[in-house]
């Protein structure tokens, strides 16, 4: 399954999914299930090399300030606090 993903082959991957379904722990047939409720999406994701990581990023940096933010009475004071030193 991991050679499907890394080389982007979704007909394989449909294949594989299909046939591992018998010989596998209970555990797994409950991934592959899921995998095949999603089998939309996951072909997307392999179809498209778009990904929301930048954003992400900046959403994690956003909440980051927020979280060192709290306590402040202005936002005068946070900033003078973390801002950098000016040369």
């Known amino acids: 399954m991991q ?9 394989l991957l449909k294949k594989t999914l ?9 555990y797994m047939k409950t991934a592959i299930k899921t995998i095949n409720k999603y089998i939309h999406y996951v072909e997307n994701t392999l179809k498209y090399d778009y990904n929301n990581g930048i954003l992400e990023g900046i959403n994690n940096k956003i909440k980051v300030i927020k979280r060192i933010s709290f306590g402040y009475r202005s936002f005068y004071h946070f900033r003078n606090q973390y801002s950098l030193p000016k040369t």
């Open 3 to 11: 050679h499907c993903i890394k080389t982007k082959d979704f007909e």
């Open 18 to 26: 299909e046939n591992k379904q018998n010989i596998v722990s209970s």
